[in-house]
């Protein structure tokens, strides 16, 4: 009568821990995890992005968050060469932040990513990432 | 003895048939949905919200993903009969993206549904839509 | 061979009693809960996220939803005491909405709570607290 009350309770725990991560991931979990969207041509709302991302880290501590700020439609002009930001998107860069460029938006300003700052990630669509990291649990700041 | 243990290890497994789609539905699961706002009264955002809905639909598939744009306050004027962007409403709602106008925001600009372009949805409360959206498991785009 | 049954049934309904409750908290479960965001400086904007409250209040009930309006960035005007929406303000925390200022902003701005409208909640960093409602499962809207 004992060993199948013992390989029983052994099961439910298996299956609690398969479960309780897997809720945990698709819910964002422990892990702090910001997707911050940039769409608009605007290099005042550039700039709040950044204070956001800057805000977050010191909040919650560099290393205890993951930040993508991803740039796509009259945004993509945050990450060009010619930037006002160029130099802050250096610093958040340096300090862990992910800068994502949209690739639709690229081709339908015939911008090469020799027009873009060093360092940026590429998306085949920004708006399709931002929909992906929500996903996978990510919150979603627009500022 | 070996009775109890295969019906156990049978509940557990029913027990995890219950409880994994009940948390892939949740939190977003694999289909891809996604609920697009339009609160602005420009019309370069209503330009912009119908490029990330053709974007993501390129980027996924059409039959992929399941698409509404949600129009209220000073955007509900993307919907009335005479909007700029009345013949690309028209395509995105043929390629199966549903368009919702706010009656609350209706009521208070006296518009009637003869007033507004034809085939859109209607939601009592835009904002509420999107909230219920998100709470079940939509990603949400505010352009 | 019935009493093990019996306890391995019990078991799986202690696992499910366990697991149902987390998932539906992590993903908001049966409350309604939405958290506004406000960061930018137009008046109308303020008005706009004001309707919304009041819109989602009417829709689902004023005891059936908890409401947070986070200001920061520019958006912090909204909760200067020369705000232009002061009195709205007081009705909307009178009906049980929560109104937040960004604590960094304030620093920034050099804005003290004296310089503040009374019966806020203050926050150390509004972009943070927006992210840990969407952790905790509350929607989000950016009017």
Do not use: H
Request: glycine share 6%.
């Amino acid at each position: 009568m004992r060993i199948p009350c013992l390989a029983f309770l052994a099961a439910v725990a298996a299956a609690l821990a398969f479960v309780a991560p897997l809720a945990a991931a698709q819910a964002g979990g422990a892990a702090n995890k910001v997707v911050l969207q940039v769409s608009d041509s605007d290099p005042a709302k550039w700039n709040l992005a950044l204070n956001n991302a800057r805000n977050i880290q010191t909040d919650l501590g560099e290393k205890n968050v993951e930040i993508e700020i991803v740039a796509y439609g009259p945004g993509i002009g945050m990450l060009k060469l010619d930037s006002p930001v160029a130099s802050r998107l250096d610093e958040a860069i340096a300090s862990g932040v992910k800068v994502a460029a949209c690739e639709n938006t690229m081709r339908g300003q015939k911008l090469a990513r020799a027009d873009m700052l060093p360092n940026l990630e590429y998306v085949p669509a920004g708006v399709t990432e931002i929909m992906k990291k929500q996903q996978q649990g990510w919150s979603y700041i627009r500022p």
